[in-house]
Each structure stands twice: as C-alpha cells, then as structure tokens.
C-alpha cells in the first residue's frame, strides 16, 4: 500500500531535549516536505527536499533541521525544542515538486508535538 | 504570489441538504488547486485536484468543485451532506518555481447536523 508513515504519532518532551521525527514514503517519490499545522493558520510549509542531499527552508524553518541521505526518509529534527514548536506536524511527498503542477501531495498521519 | 482565503472558518448544515464551502484564490498564472479533508485525528486526504482539463472538477465521495477565473473561486459543493462528511476542509493552491509547495488555507470546520 502506497504511503507516508510518521513516528512518532504523539510526542511529549521537554524544552532543549533534541528529539527527532521520523518520516518514511514507499512510492519512491522524488519531493518531500515537512508543515506544521496550528489552530486558525493551516498547514504552513517548514522544510522541503526535491531529491536526495537537495534539502531547502520553506516559510517557517526557523528551529528545525532536516536531512535527506535516502530517498524514502526525511527526518525532522529539533535540536533545541522550545514550546512554541508545540505543534501538529505533517510530512508529505509527492513525485515531483512542481512538474507537472497538478501532482497531488500524499500525507503522514501526522505526529502530534507538545514542548513543557 | 499566490494564496487562498476560505471565507468561512465554520459551515453548519443538516442532514442530507447541500453543502458549499467557499475559496478565493490568488495567482498571478494558471494555478494548481486542489481540496483536502481533515477528519478528527487523521491524516489530510486529497478530495479532488484541477488539472485544467475540465472547469468542473469530481472528487470522492460525492463532492465536486467548479474553477471560476472571472471569479477567482473554486468553491466546493455536495449535493446532500452525510454525517461522515463532518470534517475540517482546507483549499490549498501550488506554488510554483522549485519551492513547489503547497499553501493552505486556513480551514473550514463543516458540522452536520443529523
């Protein structure tokens, strides 16, 4: 079955504790993204990849570091957490990045973060 | 630049009546736009997509949205709500160049009463 799969789905840390979320797709899509979603602001875009070791800061990267060594993963990683990144967060993939522009965009389950 | 503005945060309707959300969208070209469903404690699931084809777009379970360039809208609409179809529902537009991401609207919230 073709999917995007997050761990973990729900997550409580403390502020600075370094933490990771793990993202995996099994379509062997080339694009990958990182959004976290707030009350009142939908989903805003934090970090995106268009290919393997080809990572960019999206609209609000600030606090949050990513990698793409394989093709299938894209971990999200806080070095530093602070309550303000209390959020819900998605990872989603799709084939390309914008050829064609239609390409739909599959989702993760999304894992629920919350900083004290 | 482009962006979407869902008109309403929250649609309440009854049973089996029709159902419209609203979306602006803005876009200095031919956009990519498309709708997602929320259901409480999922993921987000594409409901239909325009592609430029057709100005009248099918999507899943019923709903279905029409582009308007001269009204830059692109409203989603059922004929009859189901109680399954309580959900958030977010109109999203594509950015285009290399960023190619998706920007979100804020959300409508569609309660349905039975």
């Known amino acids: 079955e073709a999917q995007v799969t997050q761990n973990p789905r729900y997550l409580i840390t403390v502020t600075g504790k370094k933490l990771t979320v793990t993202c995996s797709q099994n379509m062997n899509h080339e694009y990958m993204s990182w959004y976290r979603q707030d009350p009142g602001l939908g989903l805003r875009q934090i970090y995106y990849s268009m290919n393997v070791e080809v990572t960019d800061k999206g609209d609000v990267p600030e606090g949050y570091k990513v990698s793409r060594k394989e093709k299938r993963n894209f971990p999200l990683i806080l070095e530093s957490p602070s309550p303000n990144q209390t959020s819900l967060y998605f990872c989603a993939s799709s084939l390309y990045s914008w050829v064609p522009m239609n390409t739909e965009a599959f989702f993760g389950q999304g894992t629920r973060l919350t900083v004290v | 630049a482009q962006s979407v503005t869902q008109l309403d945060s929250h649609v309440s309707v009854s049973e089996g009546t029709p159902v419209l959300l609203r979306c602006n969208y803005s876009?200095?070209?031919?956009?990519?736009l498309f709708w997602y469903v929320q259901h409480p404690n999922k993921g987000l699931q594409l409901l239909l997509k325009?592609?430029?084809?057709?100005?009248l777009v099918k999507g899943i379970n019923g709903f279905e949205a029409e582009f308007k360039k001269s009204e830059t809208s692109f409203h989603l609409t059922k004929p009859s709500a189901h109680m399954s179809d309580a959900a958030e529902y977010f109109c999203v537009v594509r950015r285009g160049g290399s960023q190619g991401n998706l920007i979100f609207g804020k959300g409508t919230k569609l309660s349905v009463k039975p």
């Open positions: 325009y592609t430029s084809a057709a100005t």
């Open positions: 876009s200095s070209y031919s956009p990519s």
